[in-house]
Protein backbone atom coordinates (compact mmCIF):
# COMPACT_ATOMS: atom_id res chain seq x y z
CA UNK A 1 0.00 0.00 0.00
CA UNK A 2 0.90 3.83 -0.57
CA UNK A 3 -0.65 6.61 1.04
CA UNK A 4 -0.40 9.94 -0.82
CA UNK A 5 -0.17 13.75 0.39
CA UNK A 6 -0.31 16.87 -2.24
CA UNK A 7 0.43 20.12 -1.64
CA UNK A 8 1.86 23.01 -3.25
CA UNK A 9 -1.78 24.35 -4.38
CA UNK A 10 -3.09 27.99 -3.69
CA UNK A 11 -4.43 30.95 -5.28
CA UNK A 12 -2.78 32.64 -8.40
CA UNK A 13 -4.04 35.11 -11.62
CA UNK A 14 -3.88 34.44 -14.97
CA UNK A 15 -1.06 33.45 -16.31
CA UNK A 16 0.76 32.32 -13.23
CA UNK A 17 2.75 29.16 -12.02
CA UNK A 18 2.38 26.46 -9.92
CA UNK A 19 4.41 23.51 -8.83
CA UNK A 20 2.42 20.57 -7.23
CA UNK A 21 4.17 18.22 -5.06
CA UNK A 22 2.82 14.22 -4.46
CA UNK A 23 4.55 12.49 -1.73
CA UNK A 24 4.42 8.58 -1.49
CA UNK A 25 4.82 6.76 1.53
CA UNK A 26 6.16 3.60 0.85
CA UNK A 27 9.66 2.49 0.50
CA UNK A 28 8.77 0.84 -2.90
CA UNK A 29 7.12 4.25 -4.08
CA UNK A 30 9.35 4.47 -6.92
CA UNK A 31 7.49 1.50 -8.37
CA UNK A 32 4.15 2.42 -8.70
CA UNK A 33 2.78 4.43 -11.90
CA UNK A 34 1.32 8.25 -10.99
CA UNK A 35 -1.06 9.74 -12.02
CA UNK A 36 -2.49 13.80 -11.65
CA UNK A 37 -6.01 14.31 -12.27
CA UNK A 38 -8.09 17.38 -11.02
CA UNK A 39 -11.92 18.10 -10.20
CA UNK A 40 -13.55 21.43 -10.92
CA UNK A 41 -16.69 22.65 -9.24
CA UNK A 42 -19.48 21.04 -10.96
CA UNK A 43 -17.40 18.06 -12.81
CA UNK A 44 -16.68 15.02 -13.12
CA UNK A 45 -12.92 14.32 -11.68
CA UNK A 46 -10.62 14.18 -15.43
CA UNK A 47 -7.19 13.16 -16.44
CA UNK A 48 -4.32 15.55 -16.52
CA UNK A 49 -0.91 13.69 -16.46
CA UNK A 50 0.59 10.40 -15.71
CA UNK A 51 4.47 8.93 -15.84
CA UNK A 52 5.64 5.42 -15.93
CA UNK A 53 7.38 3.97 -12.99
CA UNK A 54 10.11 2.24 -15.26
CA UNK A 55 11.09 4.17 -18.04
CA UNK A 56 9.60 7.46 -16.22
CA UNK A 57 7.28 8.01 -20.07
CA UNK A 58 4.49 10.37 -19.57
CA UNK A 59 1.54 11.54 -21.41
CA UNK A 60 -0.58 14.39 -21.03
CA UNK A 61 -4.17 15.14 -21.80
CA UNK A 62 -4.54 17.78 -24.72
CA UNK A 63 -6.03 20.61 -22.58
CA UNK A 64 -2.36 20.67 -20.49
CA UNK A 65 0.05 19.75 -23.27
CA UNK A 66 3.15 21.87 -23.57
CA UNK A 67 2.12 24.07 -20.20
CA UNK A 68 2.02 21.63 -17.43
CA UNK A 69 5.22 19.25 -17.01
CA UNK A 70 5.06 15.85 -14.53
CA UNK A 71 8.53 14.26 -13.08
CA UNK A 72 9.57 12.50 -10.29
CA UNK A 73 12.46 12.27 -7.86
CA UNK A 74 13.03 9.00 -6.85
CA UNK A 75 15.17 9.81 -3.92
CA UNK A 76 12.47 12.31 -2.52
CA UNK A 77 9.80 9.75 -3.06
CA UNK A 78 7.62 13.06 -4.66
CA UNK A 79 5.69 13.30 -8.23
CA UNK A 80 5.85 16.91 -9.13
CA UNK A 81 3.53 18.72 -11.41
CA UNK A 82 4.61 22.17 -12.72
CA UNK A 83 1.75 24.16 -14.15
CA UNK A 84 2.71 27.08 -16.48
CA UNK A 85 0.13 29.68 -18.48
CA UNK A 86 -2.40 28.63 -15.87
CA UNK A 87 -5.82 30.03 -16.83
CA UNK A 88 -9.37 30.34 -14.98
CA UNK A 89 -10.19 26.99 -16.68
CA UNK A 90 -7.68 25.22 -14.67
CA UNK A 91 -9.45 26.20 -11.50
CA UNK A 92 -9.97 22.64 -9.73
CA UNK A 93 -9.05 20.32 -7.11
CA UNK A 94 -5.88 18.60 -8.06
CA UNK A 95 -5.49 14.50 -7.24
CA UNK A 96 -2.48 12.56 -7.42
CA UNK A 97 -3.10 8.67 -8.07
CA UNK A 98 -0.88 5.50 -7.89
CA UNK A 99 -0.93 2.05 -9.24
CA UNK A 100 1.59 -0.55 -8.81
CA UNK A 101 0.27 -2.82 -11.94
CA UNK A 102 -0.35 -1.47 -14.58
CA UNK A 103 -3.87 -1.90 -15.86
CA UNK A 104 -5.63 -0.31 -18.61
CA UNK A 105 -4.45 3.06 -20.39
CA UNK A 106 -3.75 5.47 -16.24
CA UNK A 107 -6.16 8.16 -18.21
CA UNK A 108 -9.26 6.96 -16.34
CA UNK A 109 -10.24 7.01 -12.43
CA UNK A 110 -10.63 3.38 -12.21
CA UNK A 111 -7.35 2.36 -13.36
CA UNK A 112 -5.82 3.46 -10.06
CA UNK A 113 -6.12 2.36 -6.51
CA UNK A 114 -4.51 4.70 -4.52
CA UNK A 115 -5.47 8.69 -4.19
CA UNK A 116 -4.49 11.58 -2.25
CA UNK A 117 -6.50 14.03 -0.37
CA UNK A 118 -6.83 16.60 -2.88
CA UNK A 119 -5.12 20.18 -3.58
CA UNK A 120 -6.92 23.28 -4.58
CA UNK A 121 -5.54 25.33 -7.38
CA UNK A 122 -7.68 28.49 -8.08
CA UNK A 123 -6.70 30.76 -11.27
CA UNK A 124 -8.67 34.30 -11.48
CA UNK A 125 -8.79 36.11 -14.38
Known amino acids: QVQLVESGGGAVQAGGSLRLSCVGS????????IGWFRQGPGKEREFVTR????????YYADSVKGRFTISRDGAKNTVYLQMTSLSPEDTAVYYC??????????????????WGQGTQVTVSS
Open 97 to 114: AAVRVLRGTRVNVKDYDY
Open 26 to 33: ARTFSAYH
Open 51 to 58: INAIDRST
